[in-house]
């Protein structure tokens, strides 16, 4: 006998997290709890400020509408939904099938946004491949090439993913390359969205050797129709944020293409909740074995939600503390 509940919650974040140049001090989503018989399945369902096309109200709307008909037995279609909606409801129900596997890529890029001083312990406590997200753009092009040049020298083993969301001229963009030694640029996997055009992203990539992810650029291409990730290999990578792309299954023929077309295929954060988190990392150990996720945003928040984060000591919240809001 199939039933469904959607909680609403709000959790407190970190202080000094800014998104688009606006301040997140609180994370406000849905939960998707399926039952059928004995079994349970959870999603989790945030659009992210700034970045999701739908709103928190747009999505709960859709949600309503849909579990009211997953209630009656129906076969949901997760393809025409908000991408947040899609994705939650199609992982609440691989996790209702036991699809999902529990084992998870749990170590993730730590990311740097700041203090590189933060990022040391963080590389020094990583076993095998040491990998790091450092965030650039938000200072001086000089000092991040200089700061790059320096990481890369001290630490011999690192390589660097580097994300620049777009903040760059052309010439921004050269000045950044012309601090990073041609020897090192090896090392820097890609760098995400470099510059603010994918035309100059792209020029980049050919006229410095670094390689390049599209972010961004991917998450605004799949919502076209006529979208083919073959009109987008001029980036040795692809970052799948699945609550900006949508459903699991759209996720993953994304992956099995970018395979096809020897793109590598990254899953990152959408800064969701530790229920969620822990979910995508399970999703990539699944679909990405060998593949490092972009996945260190746990510490943005105050506290985690119902399913710990391995490792984080922040206080963890009980689903059935938060707000019921439907249920069938
Ligand atoms: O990808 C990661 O390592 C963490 C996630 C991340 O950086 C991110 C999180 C929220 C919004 C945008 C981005 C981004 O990659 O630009
Ligand atoms: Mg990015």
Redesign the pocket.
Known sequence: MRSAKLYRYELPMDSGVI?REQRLTVREGFIIELSDGERIGRGEVAP?PG?SVETLEEAYSQLVEQLALWSQGIELDHEPLYPSVGFGLSMAQLELDAILPEPGSFQ??P?CSGDPDELLPKLEAMSGAKVA?I?VGLYEPIRDGMLVSLFLESIPDLTL?L?A?RAWTSEKAQQFAKKVAPSLRQRIDFI??PCQSPGDSFSFAINTGIAIAW??TLQHAVRKEDFKLQDFNGAKAI?I?PTLIGSVERCAELIATAKALGIKA?I????ESSLGLTQLARLSAWQLTQEV?????IGLFAQQLEVPWPGCELPLVALNQQSLIWQS
């Open positions: 998104l992210l970045f993730a890029a990311l997200k965030k993913r994300d969301n995400e969205e972010d961004e970052i944020k990254v990152s954060s959408s800064i996720p972009g996945l260190d945003t």
